[in-house]
């Protein structure tokens, strides 16, 4: 079955520094998220992705964050500054808008982000 | 904007006895309600999801009821086992938006 991936799984980095979170979307899949965790927290919306463009996104998502489809089938984070509080898990998802189970949201594995 | 509440936050239970996990959500327009597996270090998994046009969902041991008038959502776990250990999140949508909005969260233990 196929699944969302992400990479890196882990990235460490310093306060200050930009970092880009990649991942790969279920190929058939049309609309694109971003969530994130804080350690022992809820999941929390960032952003989601639709032809090319924004169609939504939360407070958190503010001008430090961007997102990008550089090509056909990779979906990006980019934090320009990280801060300690960007410390998290971060999650992509993917979901398909024909056919059966539209609504459904399939998660990646996630990439912890550390920030020093 | 929706805003997901669940309780409790943390359910310890006798392997083979029951479950029950309650969410109650603000928006009356919300029409899609996921529910989420996670184990620790592990993505979201999607469980069982509920339309608003269905009151009952079952799937094998799992089952989901919605009280559209409350606007509450529950999660019952059947003849439970020790591989339910978990965190549990309860999740809901509206029909304007695309993004799911993620209740705080439920740690059940499986007790042997």
């Known amino acids: 079955e196929p699944e969302v991936t992400q990479t890196p799984s882990h990235q460490v980095t310093q306060m200050g520094q930009e970092v880009i979170l990649r991942c790969v979307p279920i190929s058939n899949h049309l609309y694109f998220y971003w969530y994130r965790q804080i350690l022992g927290q809820k999941v929390e919306f960032l952003v989601s992705?639709?032809?090319?463009?924004?169609?939504?996104k939360s407070e958190i998502f503010d001008d430090q964050f961007s997102v990008e489809r550089p090509d056909g089938s990779n979906f990006t984070l980019k934090i320009r500054s990280t801060k300690l509080e960007d410390s998290a898990m971060y999650f992509c998802?993917?979901?398909?808008?024909?056919?059966?189970?539209?609504?459904?949201?399939?998660f990646g594995p996630g990439t912890r982000l550390t920030v020093l | 904007g929706e805003n997901v509440e669940q309780h409790p936050s943390t359910l310890s239970v006798q392997e083979g006895d029951s479950a029950v996990i309650k969410c109650t959500y603000s928006d009356s327009a919300s029409n899609y309600f996921p529910w989420y597996k996670q184990e620790l270090g592990k993505r979201p998994q999607l469980i069982i999801d509920i339309r608003s046009n269905v009151g009952e969902k079952k799937d094998q041991r799992i089952a989901v009821t919605l009280n559209k008038t409350a606007k509450h959502f529950s999660l019952h776990i059947t003849e439970t086992q020790p591989e339910d250990s978990a965190v549990y999140f309860c999740a809901a949508r509206d029909s304007s938006a695309s993004k799911i909005i993620f209740g705080s969260g439920t740690r059940l233990s499986i007790r042997p």
């Open positions: 998802a993917s979901r398909r808008l024909a056919g059966l189970s539209t609504d459904t949201q399939y």
């Open positions: 992705f639709y032809n090319n463009e924004i169609s939504e």
